[in-house]
């Protein structure tokens, strides 16, 4: 769950001097602080010196050149306070031609839809190029959260800590906006999704001191925290601590997000940077930085006719080079990658790698390796070396035009690496179609399906998958799975000399005979919550059909959250009489979003069985949160199977207290703890006990 907005710290006191407002067929001056019930136009370049409280739906305001001016002195980042234009609850709201600068919030909305901003400035609000490292609240120009299918068009804000700060926010059109020049970022989005944003300056999103060697925290544009299927489209994205930043410091990844020819060029570290699967980036440009793209964990990505040149080179920004290969046009190290395409890119002149990729750096490949690439049709010229590549698998590589790189190609340790000969013939790639399941039984035949892959010309396909660790080669293949668990499924169809790919997270479900709590029973289960001693603290507890084993699984929040373990009971009345003195395991599939930064903490998950007068405690060994650190990529943004031992083992300890037993155990819990104290959200499905 994302982080609250604050209400108005100032609104019980504005109320208090404030004007209603009617109709206004003709400009009005104002000089005090207005609570805005009706259209309004105001007086024609007037000054006002007190905010705008919007308090009603379908209205219109007409700035008509005027100016809010708060109480802020440039330079003087204490002096910023209030929001110059604040509305709560309020849709069909349309501002047009207002200035809004000295506030600590130009514009601060939430809970609306239907909005249409245009024309309006909102620079020279709350600003500080002089912060270090670390975030500050949600400050700057504009401010909004909830607010959905919405226009912002034709604005300004710069010289604001955020430009544009968007929280919660859907389906939004946000075109053609000058937001450039901010002291922290740009356009920020959290939990925001399915937003057009297009032909806008989003440049000089810098927070740097001369001589500095990184840019503190700046970007252009930040995305993180389930922010998913934006779209990007020619936007000014140019001279930014980073360009675009898809960040993932809680472990809540960021989706389907497409961008199509922005400039995100003169980064002074990386003019992409993303920790998130799912992207596309496609004739985007990427020159003059530290690193053109740089994507570790960004799994299943495609790049198709990128620019990416003049990169980490010593006359330029030449941040964070790494060993092996110094700086590039695509990097892809420290994260995993499967399943990425990298087609048609143009990268030259770059101060290390055309294109880079390595595996686990610490475990040389063993831990992981990148897995299951297609590189073909790239231009790759005048770079140290064309492609610099360690611990990697199954990676494709077909009619890349490699020229001029001072080292060639340097590849180590890439286990079943195809080079396809080229055939002037070919010209167009094959098209991969896939069909095939995203859940299947343990013991029971899964069909993959690839027979409606086409050639544009008709040439013979040709076929290769990965189910899991078994290689096949037919159009169709049929296989069984023994054991329940997560599977990285991967298919490769060739034409002969290109090709296309596609994939499945297959999760594979054991047979759970009886789900404890799990399948439509969210209603049985109690809960505890450490620093809940005033009764405030809550768990929320839901059926959803987003499940693994039956129809549906069990999903908690705990909301409001204490800031410390909170744990989910089932029974709540702890008198399930259960006899597990015969059983090995207990075992359930995990998931969760968290908005907390940096993610959960401490120990987790916590089991517990409950006996009278005491408990046996399971929990991962050595401090481990399963959920940091997941074991696959995939375990960010997908299930995670959980299954342990009531004994434990080197994994898992098992503690009992106040004489417990499994012989009549009367509840069972699950707990985790987060940093912060925003709400979040765990799905439990299939949780039993394993055993004879």
């Known amino acids: 769950m994302p982080r609250r907005n604050s209400r108005v710290t100032m609104l019980a006191i504005m109320i208090s001097f404030a004007l209603a407002v009617t109709a206004a067929a003709e400009p009005l001056a104002v000089t005090k602080g207005l609570i805005v019930t009706k259209d309004l136009v105001l007086e024609k370049d007037a000054v006002l010196r007190t905010p705008i409280v919007i308090s009603a739906s379908h209205i219109v305001i007409d700035g008509n050149g005027a100016t809010l001016q708060g109480p802020g002195e440039p330079g003087n980042p204490k002096s910023f306070s209030g929001a110059g234009i604040s509305a709560d609850g309020c849709s069909g709201v349309t501002i047009r031609n207002l200035k809004v600068r000295g506030f ?210 010593p006359t330029g920004f030449h941040n964070a080079p790494e060993g092996g290969f110094g700086h590039g046009g695509i990097v892809i190290v420290g994260g995993s990658s499967s399943h990425t395409i990298i087609e048609g890119n143009h990268l030259h002149h770059n101060g290390g790698a055309g294109i880079a990729f390595r595996g686990d750096d610490a475990t040389k490949g063993k831990s992981w390796r990148t897995h299951h690439w297609i590189v073909q049709e790239n231009r790759i010229e005048d770079n140290r070396f064309g492609i610099w590549g360690r611990w990697g698998d199954w990676i494709y590589l077909s009619r890349n035009q490699l020229a001029r790189n001072a080292e060639g190609n340097s590849l180590e340790d890439v286990t079943n690496l195809i080079e396809a000969k080229d055939d002037p013939a070919v010209l167009l790639a094959p098209r991969a179609s896939l069909s095939a399941p995203v859940r299947a039984a343990a013991g029971t035949p899964v069909v993959f399906d690839a027979s409606r892959s086409l050639d544009p010309a008709g040439r013979p396909l040709s076929f290769r998958w990965n189910l899991g660790g078994t290689v096949a080669e037919d159009a169709v293949v049929r296989r069984t799975f023994d054991r329940p668990g997560f599977y990285r499924v991967g298919m490769t169809v060739s034409n002969g000399v290109l090709a296309d790919l596609g994939f499945r997270d297959l999760i594979v479900v054991g047979d759970v005979r009886e789900e404890i709590g799990t399948e439509g029973q969210a209603a049985g289960w109690g809960f505890e919550m450490e620093g809940n001693a005033d009764g405030t603290g809550r768990i929320l507890f839901d059926d959803d059909p987003d499940c693994v084993a039956g129809r549906s699984s069990l999903r908690f929040t705990p909301n409001p959250y204490k800031g410390m373990y909170a744990t989910a009971i089932f029974p709540r009345e702890r008198n399930a009489s259960w006899d597990l003195s015969r059983k090995s395991h207990v075992s359930f599939w995990l998931r969760a979003e968290n908005s907390n930064i940096p993610g959960f903490q401490e120990p987790g998950p916590v089991v517990r069985l409950y006996s009278k007068g005491g408990a046996v405690k399971i929990q991962p060994s050595g401090g481990r949160n399963l959920l940091v650190g997941a074991p696959y990529s995939e375990a960010r943004w997908t299930w995670m199977p959980v299954r342990a031992p009531l004994g434990g083992d080197a994994d898992w300890t098992a503690e009992a207290t106040g004489g417990a037993g499994l012989e009549r155990v009367e509840a069972v819990s699950i707990s985790l703890d987060s940093w912060g104290g925003d709400p979040f959200t765990v799905w439990i499905d299939g949780l039993t006990f394993e055993g004879p």
Do not use: M
């Open 104 to 313: 600590q919030c130009g514009i601060r909305a939430s809970g609306g839809e239907a909005w249409l901003i245009e024309n309006c400035d909102f620079s020279g609000n709350f600003h500080d190029p002089e912060f270090g490292w670390g975030e500050l609240g949600r400050f700057g120009g504009i401010i909004l959260t909830r607010i959905s299918r919405s226009v912002l068009r034709g604005c300004v804000a710069k010289d604001d800590w955020n430009s544009l700060d968007l929280s919660e926010c859907y389906d939004n059109l946000i075109l053609r906006n000058d937001l450039s020049h901010a002291s922290n970022v740009c356009l920020k989005l959290w939990t925001s999704c399915r937003n057009q944003i297009v032909e806008n300056n989003l440049s000089w999103g810098l927070r740097i001191k001369p001589g500095e060697v990184h840019a503190r925290d700046s970007t252009c544009v930040l995305i993180e925290s389930g922010s998913n299927d934006n779209h990007f489209w020619k936007n000014d994205i140019t001279h930014g601590g980073d360009g675009i930043f898809i960040r993932v410091l809680n472990g809540w990844v960021s989706t389907g997000n497409l961008f199509v020819e922005n400039d995100c060029s003169f980064a002074n570290n990386n003019c992409v940077e993303s920790w998130s699967p799912g992207n596309t980036y496609i004739r985007n440009v990427a020159n003059h930085g530290s690193y053109g793209f740089w994507l570790g964990g960004s799994d299943q990505t495609r790049l198709v006719g990128n620019e990416a040149a003049f990169n980490g080179l």
